[in-house]
Nanobody, 127 residues
Framework: QVQLVESGGGLVQAGGSLRLSCAAS????????MGWFRQTPGKEREFVAI????????YYGDSVKGRFTISRDNAKNTVFLQMNSLKPEDTAVYYC????????????????????WGQGTQVTVSS
């Protein structure tokens, strides 16, 4: 059974930092792109970041550029999201996801490009 399990969420003050982790089990995702999305109630899932298998290609959503960093450790089948300079508008449930294809598609920002999803971890940023 394939599982993606996020951890590291919590409550932090504005300007603070958190590091999210996503551990994969059941199969290896080392050859696939891995992404992070976030979602707040009543809104669509928003693209945050994606990283290809080697870490050589990375894209970020406009709202997190310069503040968030995605990385991965293929030996541990884990992807990370370092979040700095957090803002109240970053409050959301954060999900990691495994890409459907080996290469990052042109529509990498669409949830439809991902096959497997974690259960999500809540991040709350207080003002």
């Amino acid at each position: 059974q394939v599982q993606l399990v996020e951890s590291g969420g919590g409550l932090v003050q504005a300007g603070g930092s958190l590091r999210l982790s996503c551990a994969a089990s059941g199969r290896s995702f080392s050859n696939y792109p891995m992404g992070w999305f976030r979602q707040t109630p009543g809104k669509e899932r928003e693209f945050v970041a994606i990283i290809n298998w080697s870490g050589g290609r990375i894209y970020y959503g406009d709202s997190v550029k310069g503040r968030f960093t995605i990385s991965r450790d293929n030996a541990k089948n884990t992807v990370f999201l370092q979040m700095n300079s957090l803002k109240p508008e970053d409050t959301a449930v954060y999900y990691c996801a495994a890409g459907r294809k080996l290469l990052i598609s042109d529509t990498y920002y669409s949830p439809d490009q991902y096959d497997y999803w974690g259960q999500g971890t809540q991040v709350t940023v207080s003002s």
